[in-house]
């Protein structure tokens, strides 16, 4: 299957599987030993995960916290590597622990093997978050 599909297919395969808030579907979309990159991640919140374990781990209970009710811009890009599909992103949705609005933007830039994400690294703006959560824990 997934001879057929491109980076950027997988790309919107992974946004799709995280807008339907299908964390486990989402590790699963993941190479065992996957690596996600946060740079801008705020202080308390990994910059770095390794593995689909400790992804999963990170990402179950995001649907709990978040609720993104659709992605409002979206632009994929693939690139001369054809392993490699970069997203330009937005969302809008709300904090369920405080009602607050949640829109957010990423640059998201991922890398396949086999099918499988092996290198994901997402560019957001942390201020944002942390303002959305208002002290809630992620």
């Known amino acids: 299957m997934s001879e057929t599909l ?3 297919d997988l790309l919107q395969r992974s946004l799709d599987t995280f807008l339907a808030k299908d ?3 989402w590790a699963d979309l993941c190479d065992e030993n996957v690596v996600l990159e946060f740079p801008f991640a705020p202080a308390g ?3 770095r995960l390794e593995g689909r374990t400790a992804t999963y781990e990170y990402l179950r209970g995001y649907p709990d916290l978040i609720d993104v ?4 811009s979206l632009r994929i890009y693939s690139t001369d590597d054809p392993n ?9 949705g709300r904090v ?5 609005a949640y829109e957010m933007s990423y640059a998201t830039f991922v890398t396949f093997k086999d099918g499988l994400i092996v290198k994901y690294r997402e560019y957001w703006d942390p201020m944002a978050f942390t303002t ?4 809630a824990a992620f």
Not at 132 to 135: E, F, I, R
Request: net charge positive; charged share 10%; glycine share 10%.
């Open 23 to 25: 964390m486990k579907g």
């Open 96 to 100: 369920l622990t405080n009602g607050n």
């Open 6 to 8: 491109t980076a950027a």
């Open 132 to 135: 959305a959560l208002s002290g």
């Open 69 to 72: 009710h659709r992605i409002t």
């Open 45 to 47: 919140s990994p910059a």
């Open 84 to 92: 490699v599909a970069v997203a330009d992103w937005s969302v809008t």
